[in-house]
């Protein structure tokens, strides 16, 4: 359920202070300079973020799991055997085998090897994670600036309708969302779509209030009396300001995602057999609890394990970029 | 005050016809058996007996035609026989089982709402007690492992946490203590009339919310605990015990009850994921239940009290909160 | 989420919700069991694990759990055998017989028959209930709106269907109370199988004041289908808990052998897996075994040596059911109109395999769409539902695909939300090992129904439990040309003739003989592949004596008592 509740925490931060005053030195600052110290600010913040020891790891820890998800066609198969294929002669024999060094977290309940499986689920997990924050950060920025810029009418519509987004409970609206894809579109792209679609508003408001922010920024003044179309002034000058929220928080949605993915294939919406999710391990192996609770735990603790890095490596964005969200 | 409520209120009416609108659309557009079908099973129907019902619930008219008499339904104010009249509010009647919607959602609410209370009392008191520890011995060595555990805590998957719960209070503790510290797997009824059924529910519903309300009175904490008035007491020589439950925490508590009291909203909205864990027989679970029985009625019924209950708890957390805050009161500074 | 978005509906088993089981050898025995333990103790209450049934009302019920509850609480006028369904008993009434040709039957009611409130069973109450199964214009008593029944099927050979389906007429005129105690039934064709029919809960009287003015439950009128009166052996004691509970108890004025229990305690549960716990902690007496947990069971309850009677230390029931598990394949697809084709599917699944992994080595290997217990059974009926690679390759090669080569991908179909992923991947598994390439094709109950509604599939599961334990209700539903559930659409003239002659033969013997040569040139053909058989996967306490589950899965609560000291 991650999107639901941390969307709803950074909006209790956003409705706080909806519109911050823009700093003393950006005010008086061209239109060229803000551009030079964004770029000057990101390295800053790079170099903040180095000394967090933390976030490092989270980092090392999400590059190790994607190289994992890869190359796993290269190296998995030939060591755990096929995650996917099932040999029916043999299966009784091989099924729910404990740890052993060919299998070490063991054999699943129709005998494939559980550790291959869950690296190939990382390629589902991640795909999700951050395609799906891609979609919201787009529909999100887009609307956000619409909103934020135009004001009045349009900003009313756009608010109202993200009010509208967020009344709905998160996960019923993703099961609904789903529930409408066309007959045989399941798997990977239907999910991808369904989380994106419903993580855009968080965006939209986030961006909407950073634009507020900068907006009457003598720089963003000047350069509208320069005769700067609405276009170049948005993402020429505002946007460069106003998206540091927006990155931390898409660092952060991507655990949400994978959280949300994890979920719904767990309540059997997800991706399909033969792709192989951590949620769908999970929901698949319910019955073995008590038998085999090795089913159930290892494709938990990679979901705990990654979301957990890019939290961590969330907050640490956050640290660097000095931007208050999350708390 | 009642002007900011009034404008409260008339806020939720475009959110509530938005979201009713959206539901009748994804409802007509849905692909798949149509309600009445999923009576019949695989056994295929009898044309005149589906023809019969659909006509019973008035499937065979347009989507508009059908939300505009939903919301005549939900109207407490009706015409009957050319005069208006006032009627309690019809959600319906359930496709699928032939009973009133009323009568579902009023056995589900009960499960749902004894649940979150459970869970809000779990975040209330493990949060906020450890928001408090970690923000006045902050960089100890507790503040770390708070911190490192509501980061741990918001990116566990809930349905996960659920099941670890199950087999390790449910099964290897039974094991292991010979049933001294055993909690039952899940159960609804029967042997367990205390809330000792209840607790791995509660505790899996909470757990997200714990760790953001520990969070947000850490930082609220040491926020409030560097403002002028607080160090003007610590110099007028008040102890720091006294500076923090004299003084702090009363202002730095009030984000945390919002945030709590929206939680509760978002509680009551159904847990669908903690309910499908422990079979839980709550709103979030016949709702979910009845989207895959193309059951709308219940659908449409159920979302529209949930919208109603999260408003209502929205509206008396802002309202609370104006009246709690003496800065949202007077319209001053914060200094008493 | 798993299985508990519907209900399982008695004419065919959704896998959900009954993850159940097969014992070698099911064929069912008759019980040695009784006094082993003891006497009979009278009184007790058994509590019973169900799902929240759909209705209690007998003109809509169709579901196993509603059978279960109404069966219990209503006699229609025949009843099987709890050991063996195909021998018939009576049971509301007394005697029956037909003309020659099976069109016109006469029953003759117990003359000792009440309701539950005292008012004697007549003819005209079977009459008022059977057109209430029929007609469109039926109310249901819980809402008060109009709500046919959707099982009026039961009654399609009636006289006067058609008319009172469409509305045009409100009674059936093949129904006819000669007089109170006798019912005279006229059919519009042959069927010698109707006194089969007649034994479904749906077609119980019913008292015509009570559904439609009420019936009286502390000092307020109660709708009906909350508090049923029947003429059954067990009575309501309250009117039902919507999602708690269901409570019976003994119906003193019953006119066969009073029960020993003093009542049943129905509690109703979302998810077998939750009742399951509550049985491990004791406060249930029956219930479904959880996924995953058969061999823990079987273990520390012991099982039932007949695989349907529970008694102190022979808990586990896991005797089969009558119904099948089985694959449609669409015969109108332009790859599965080859019959050789479709006989290479069939020998390449590897059924044991499934039975062992999925089922814990609790259920049976399909060998014929017919389940055993049912007349018609025979051990290896359909020839080419085995497993035999070599063959199945041999087929594959004669249809024209030596080794899958030119054989475009096959899509496999199945609902998403009933537990049927496992044993699609083991067939997926099994087709892709002699060179089939198949597709899954999952989707959420209503899109799945749709799907096959509309005629889209091409390999799709289904699972099918006859309304009545015979061979008929396989035969004609699944492979008639003219039925609609016939979703292979086989379409054998000489088999339509076959099932329609079969029907008017009124002599037992010589009818299931020639089911079985239909049976067998339905085979030969391979419509379907039959995988796997059903059976019990239930549970019962250690107080609980000769209580019987019959192949049908109804559990019969007549002779089953309750030991009361610990």
């Known amino acids: 359920m991650g999107w639901g509740r941390m969307s709803r925490e950074v909006m209790a931060d956003i409705a706080e202070e909806p519109t911050q005053e823009p700093t003393k030195e950006s005010a008086k600052e061209s239109a060229e300079a803000a551009a030079k110290r964004s770029r000057t600010l990101l390295t800053d913040a790079w170099c903040r973020l180095c000394k967090n020891r933390l976030a490092i790891v989270a980092l090392v820890w999400i590059c190790l799991v994607a190289l994992a998800a890869i190359t796993a066609g290269l190296w998995i198969p030939a060591n755990f055997g096929d995650p996917a294929q099932i040999d029916s002669v043999t299966v009784a024999s091989q099924r729910l085998l404990p740890i052993s060094a060919k299998h070490p977290f063991g054999t699943d309940d129709l005998g494939r090897d559980i550790f291959g499986r869950v690296v190939y689920g990382a390629r589902v997990s991640l795909t999700v994670g951050v395609l799906a924050t891609f979609i919201a950060v787009g529909i999100g920025v887009f609307f956000g600036a619409l909103a934020g810029f135009y004001g009045r009418l349009i900003d009313a519509l756009i608010m109202r309708l993200t009010d509208v987004f967020l009344a709905f409970p998160y996960i019923l609206f993703a099961i609904l969302i789903l529930a409408i894809m066309p007959e045989g579109f399941r798997g990977v792209i239907p999910v991808v779509l369904a989380i994106g679609f419903l993580g855009w508003p968080t965006f939209a408001r986030l961006f909407r209030g950073s634009v507020l922010a900068v907006k009457e920024a003598d720089y963003v003044v000047a350069g509208r009396a320069l005769g700067a179309s609405d276009m170049r002034l948005i993402f020429r000058h505002i946007a460069p300001n106003a998206i540091a929220p927006v990155l931390v928080y898409a660092t952060m949605s991507i655990g949400g995602a994978i959280l949300t993915e994890a979920a719904l294939s767990f309540l059997g919406l997800g991706v399909q057999p033969p792709a192989i999710s951590w949620g769908q391990m999970i929901e698949s192996s319910r019955g073995y609890l008590t038998s085999a609770p090795g089913l159930v735990f290892w494709p938990g603790l990679a979901i705990l394990s990654t979301v957990l890095a890019f939290t961590l490596l969330g907050d640490g964005v956050r640290d660097a970029l000095d931007v208050k969200a999350g708390d | ?336 | 989420m798993r299985g508990k978005n519907r209900k399982v509906l008695c004419t065919i088993i959704a896998l959900g919700l009954a993850a159940t089981l097969a014992v070698s050898g099911c064929v069912p025995k008759q019980s040695t069991t009784g006094g082993e333990d003891g006497v009979p103790q009278k009184g007790g209450i058994m509590s019973y694990g169900i799902a929240e049934p759909v209705c209690l009302d007998p003109y809509s019920v169709q579901e196993s759990e509603g059978i279960q509850v109404v069966q219990a609480l209503f006699d229609s006028l025949t009843w099987f055998d709890p050991f063996d369904p195909t021998k018939l008993l009576p049971s509301a009434a007394d005697s029956w017989s037909s003309n020659e040709d099976a069109t016109v039957w006469t029953f003759k009611l117990n003359p000792g028959g009440k309701f539950s409130d005292g008012a004697p069973v007549k003819a005209q109450d079977f009459v008022y209930a059977w057109n209430r199964v029929v007609s469109p214009k039926t109310v249901n008593t819980l809402s008060g709106d109009v709500d046919p029944s959707p099982v009026g099927y039961h009654l399609n050979f009636v006289k006067g269907y058609d008319e009172v389906a469409d509305d045009k007429a409100s009674e059936l005129s093949g129904l006819r109370a000669i007089d109170d105690l006798t019912l005279e039934v006229t059919l519009t064709q042959p069927f010698a199988d109707f006194e089969y029919i007649v034994a479904h809960p749906a077609l119980s009287p019913v008292p015509k004041a009570l559904v439609e003015g009420g019936v009286e439950y502390d000092g307020k009128k109660v709708p009906y289908g909350d508090m049923p009166v029947g003429n059954g052996s067990f009575k309501m004691a309250e009117p039902w808990k919507h999602n708690q509970y269901i409570n019976i108890v003994r119906n003193d004025g019953y006119v066969g052998d009073t029960p020993y229990l003093d009542g049943v305690s129905f509690r109703i549960f979302e998810n077998p897996e939750t009742a399951y716990s509550e049985f491990e902690a004791g406060s249930l007496d029956f219930t479904q075994i959880g996924e995953g947990k058969i061999a823990d069971a079987k273990a520390k309850y012991g099982v039932a040596s007949d695989g349907y009677t529970a008694n102190p230390g022979q808990q586990v029931l896991l005797g089969a059911q009558a119904a099948t598990y089985y694959l449609i394949l669409n015969i109108q697809d332009d790859s599965l109109k080859n019959t050789d084709l479709r006989r290479a599917i069939s020998l390449a699944i590897n059924r044991q395999a499934i039975c062992d992994t999925v089922f814990e080595g609790t259920r049976e290997s399909a060998d014929n769409i017919i389940p055993p217990g049912i007349a018609g059974y025979q051990k290896g009926g359909w020839p080419d539902s085995r497993y035999d690679v070599e063959a199945a390759k041999k087929a594959l090669a004669e249809a024209g695909y030596p080794e899958g080569n030119g054989l475009a991908p096959l899509r496999l179909a199945f609902n998403s939300d009933g537990g049927h992923e496992k044993i699609m991947e083991l067939i997926q598994a099994d087709l892709k090992a002699i060179g089939i390439t198949a597709e899954f094709q999952a989707s959420d109950w209503g899109a799945y129904l749709d799907q096959i509604d509309g005629n889209k599939h091409q390999i799709a599961r289904m699972a099918w439990q006859s309304d009545y334990p015979i061979a008929h209700g396989f035969l004609y539903p699944l492979f008639d040309s003219k039925s609609d559930d016939n979703r292979s659409n086989y379409e054998n003239l000489s088999v339509d003739r076959g099932i329609a002659e079969a029907v008017a033969i009124t002599d037992d013997a010589a009818r299931v003989k020639k089911l079985v040569e239909v049976n067998v040139a339905v085979a030969a053909e391979t419509p379907v592949v039959p995988v796997l058989f059903y059976c019990h996967n239930n549970v019962a306490s250690d107080r609980v004596h000769d209580f019987v589950l019959s192949p049908l899965a109804l559990g019969y609560f007549e002779k089953a008592w309750i030991s009361t000291t610990e």
């Open chain 2, 1 to 336: 005050m009642i002007k900011y409520i009034m404008r409260r209120v008339l806020q939720f009416i475009p959110v509530f016809f938005g979201v009713t609108l959206a539901l009748f659309l994804i409802a007509n557009y849905m692909p798949g058996a149509d309600p009445v079908r999923m009576r019949f099973g695989e056994r295929t129907p009898s044309p005149e007996v589906k023809e019969q019902l659909v006509k019973q619930y008035g499937l065979d008219r347009p989507w508009y035609e059908q939300y505009g008499r939903y919301i005549a339904g939900l109207s407490p104010v009706k015409v009957t026989d050319g005069s208006l009249g006032i009627a309690s509010p019809d959600l319906g009647t359930s496709i699928y089982t032939g009973r009133r919607v009323s009568a579902i959602l009023g056995e589900a609410y009960p499960y749902t709402i004894r649940l979150a209370l459970l869970a809000i009392v779990i975040e209330a008191v493990f949060g906020i007690g450890a928001g408090i520890i970690s923000a006045v011995k902050q960089y100890s060595f507790w503040d770390v492992i708070v911190t490192l555990s509501t980061s741990v805590l918001v990116s566990l998957p809930v349905f996960w946490v659920g099941m670890m719960l199950q087999w390790f209070f449910g099964i290897w503790m039974k094991e292991a203590t010979g049933g001294v510290l055993y909690l039952p797997i899940s159960g609804t009824s029967g042997i367990f009339p205390s809330v000792a059924y209840m607790i791995l529910p509660a505790i899996t519903l909470a757990s997200v919310s714990t760790a953001y309300a520990a969070r947000i009175t850490r930082s609220q904490l040491l926020e409030v605990m560097g403002q002028d008035y607080i160090r003007t007491a610590r110099a007028k020589g008040v102890s720091e015990r006294g500076v923090l439950w004299g003084h702090a925490l009363k202002n730095a508590l009030i984000p945390v009850v919002t945030f709590i009291g929206l939680d509760l909203g978002a509680m009551l909205a159904g847990a669908v994921l903690t309910e499908a864990v422990f079979n839980w027989p709550g709103i979030g679970f016949t709702i979910a239940r009845a989207i895959a029985q193309r059951d709308f009625p219940i659908v449409f019924g159920g979302v529209t009290v949930m919208l109603f209950a999260v408003m209502i708890i929205n509206l008396l957390v802002d309202v609370s909160y104006a009246l709690l805050d003496p800065r949202i009161r007077y319209g001053v500074g914060a200094d008493e």
